[in-house]
């Protein structure tokens, strides 16, 4: 059962990640390349050079799960405001997982009487 959601913390990796990793080698990328641990109950999102296949690694009680997802076509599109330390939040996770890429944002400004 998919797991996940906005209270978890997410963590992109920045580099081209080779997709024939699985499990212990996407772990060895989390420690050296990361500096996280792996069985912290974060999520580590990971992408290839064409940004067309995308894993998640999450630890969940008893054990790793491995989400995988490949595009037919077009690329994951990457998060424009990233948070700190590779960090990026629910929504633009939700957004590059669905392949949606947000051009332009704009926000009223509220008035208060």
């Not at 080698?25 to 940004?51: I, K």
Request: glycine residues 12%.
């Amino acid at each position: 059962m998919f797991s996940l959601g906005s209270s978890h913390n997410y963590y992109l990796y920045r580099g081209n990640c080779d997709m024939r990793k699985s499990f212990d080698g996407l772990c060895g990328l989390v420690g050296s390349e990361l500096g996280r641990v792996p069985t912290s109950g974060e999520v580590f999102v990971f992408l290839n050079r064409r940004r067309s296949h995308i894993k998640l690694l999450h630890w969940e009680y008893g054990g790793f799960v491995l989400y995988y997802k490949r595009l037919e076509s077009g690329s994951f599109p990457l998060p424009k405001n990233p948070l700190s330390g590779s960090g990026i939040n629910w929504s633009d996770l939700v957004l590059m997982v669905e392949g949606i890429q947000v051009i332009k944002s704009t926000q009223r400004k509220r008035f208060s009487l």
